[in-house]
């Protein structure tokens, strides 16, 4: 953003100013995240930077909190961890089948009460979690499924529908229906045009939609609190407890497998963000 | 369908208006039965849910089914005076049967919260019960009086019958510090133990707080992402949308090592010597630590609505604005910043429905003076195991969220939720 040379002075500073005022924002945005890397390799077991780590000091890096994750004896990470797959893997199947056919349902221009049935399938992202989390307990207590792994996916695939019917309803926006109709009269029935011409068309959508619930999935606390007895305690939950009880230094190694983690879900949507992008003809 | 003009029929004879109706009605149905698996699936799994914790909320069932007779003899008391021999014989045989199903101790307990003293005034009755020391054939009335001199009095009565009604208000009114005062009327609670009103506003107070925050900070960002060539842009997004992504906790967490007292943030001003290091201040644990991390957390939802939004406006608007004479700001103001409006509208709306309902972050930063509502209703949840209280309160957070979520959907339609 090179001003032309003509600007007044109090513009420039102005500019300066302004410049300064987003460095500042992005700056808080994203250091607090690196601040969990170099902590994670700390030797000593405080959370703070030691004399050695600010001098750089070899021996004050170390990898024994990544090996207390993996190796130590009386650590969850390991039960949560595949516990926090497994949910998230089959409440992300889930959100996707449940929430793309809604989306094609709600993207038809026939669908009656559009406004009331779309505010309702959202209203899960909505409904402050705190109360899902209450509703959604006391369903799964009456049907007898708290604290089962079933139980926690179907409160996930209820959390996570929104997203894919956002993301997919979005795809669906600059869809060209002439191309199912062509399909149609070629003399394809409805499933075949289905997998073969639009799920090709919307996966983008689809998939990001899948990312978002795979992320509300593998984040969610508040719900899998109210649900979760000992054997299906997941990543967060661990990291809940860890945080409220005693901030170890393990959690820290944690949370920067997290951030590799997301780091890659972030990769991913974006590249898919801008396929669909280019697939729908915004070329912006 | 004037009569002169003649009906255009199909190929099989049927009116065209008609058939198209049936394709589509046909297409109608079709469109429904793609939604209805997750409508289906919504309704029973969530929506009914919350409609329970509405029932539950209300429901005040349990002396209503425990004394069927003594209601039924009250209907035609007025409530001023002892009432007749009739409530005290149906009382009595309420209160023996209850006796014998060894229920009696749960209704004492009951009665006691709406009239101190009722626990043992009913205790005796039962050791006299037991005993078969009521002589069933002679007035009852007499009797039980001489057992307690409680049940002489016409308040304890009225107590009794003020819990006839199977549904009460009465949770909605504590979440509120107000309670039925024993004559029926509404009373507010002890100036100093009104403890739900101050959580109320703290939870408004900080939803708006860090919705300002987030919009001061974030319309800068969001008009620098929009303005700027698209190389520099998208590798600035990342610094939007990496903390989006990021777990919760792992963002919560790292705000508890920045903030803590020997942490990086109070290192800082001790080195630029805006503290002293033997008092660095407090910063977690109360409202300093919600406020930064949530606004931190939220952040991104504000810069996404209000960037989608800011993209669409041509630079040459501007332009021509500062053409016409508008100084910068002029124009800003004047051109550029009413184009922004509906971002900020769907931006805030976003941020403050999600800061009003936020539990995870305010319980692990905010310590006593920093919890919100939400952290109340789950204290009650898990603690006091008053679900019918947790209910009401969740449920008055529900409707402030409807309300809002309502104003969104006509301002912005839920369609337009940007992700990313």
Known sequence: MALPSYTETRYRIWHYFYISICAFVFFFLIAPLFVIFPLSFNAEEFLVFSEGMKNLDPDAFSLRWYKDMIYGTKNPWGLAAKNSFIIAIFA?????????????????????????????????????????????????????????HT???????????????????????????????????????????????TLPLI???????????????????????????????TIPVQMWTGLREQLSPTILAVATCLIILST??????????????????INR | MSSETKQILTTDGIPLEVSLKKAEKKNKIKAFLLVAPLLLFLVITYVLPIGEMFSRSIDDKMITNMLPKTFKEMETWDGK???????????????KALVEKQEHGKLGQRLNKEKNGFNSTTKRLFRNIKRKKIDESISIKEQMIKVHPNWNKVEYWQAIKRTAPPYTLAKYLKGMDMYYAPDGSVAQVDEDRRIHRILWLRTLEIAFFVTLF??????????????????????????????????????????MILLQQQ???????????LVADDSRPEMMYNKVGTYVAMTQILLPFMVLPLYSVMKTISPSLMRAGKSLGGTPFVAFWKVYFPLTIPGIGAGCLLVFILAIGYYITPALVGGASGTLISNQIA??????????????????????????????????????????
């Open chain 2, 379 to 420: 204290f009650h949840m898990k603690q006091t195991l008053d679900w019918s209280f947790a209910s009401a309160m969740g449920l008055m957070l529900l409707s402030g969220v409807l309300v809002i979520y309502w104003i969104y959907n006509k301002l912005v339609g839920v369609d337009n939720i940007k992700l990313g």
């Open chain 1, 151 to 197: 139980g926690i996916v179907l409160a996930h695939i209820i959390l996570g529908t929104p997203f894919v019917v956002i993301t997919v309803t979005a795809t669906l926006s600059g869809f060209d229906h002439s191309v199912t109709r062509a399909a149609a009269s070629l003399g394809s029935n409805p499933v075949n045009t289905f997998m073969k011409i």
């Open chain 1, 203 to 233: 996966l983008p959508g689809v998939i990001s939609g899948g990312l978002f619930a795979f992320v509300t999935s593998f984040d969610e606390v508040v719900v899998v609190l109210f649900l979760a007895g000992l054997e299906n305690t």
């Open chain 1, 92 to 148: 992300t199947i889930g959100s996707i089948i449940l929430g793309t056919l809604a989306a094609l349902g709600l993207s038809s221009r026939h669908m009656p009460y559009k406004g009331i049935i779309m505010a309702t399938l959202i209203s899960p992202m909505i409904v402050p979690l705190i109360i899902s989390g209450v509703a959604i307990f006391f369903f799964m207590a009456k049907v007898g499924l708290a604290a089962t």
């Open chain 2, 214 to 255: 987030c919009f001061l900070m974030g319309y800068p960002i969001a008009h620098l992402l929009a303005t700027l060539p698209m190389k520099y842009s998208n590798l600035l997004m990342i610094c939007v949308l990496l903390p989006f992504w990021t777990s919760l906790l792992v963002r919560t967490a790292s705000w």
């Open chain 1, 264 to 281: 890659l879900i972030l990769v991913t949507a974006e590249l898919l963000r801008r396929r669909s992008e280019r697939l729908r003809g």
């Open chain 2, 81 to 95: 005076e002892l009432p007749p021999e009739e409530v005290f014989a149906g009382f009595y045989y309420d209160y």
């Open chain 2, 263 to 273: 942490g990086i943030v109070n290192d800082f001003f001790v080195m630029i010597g």
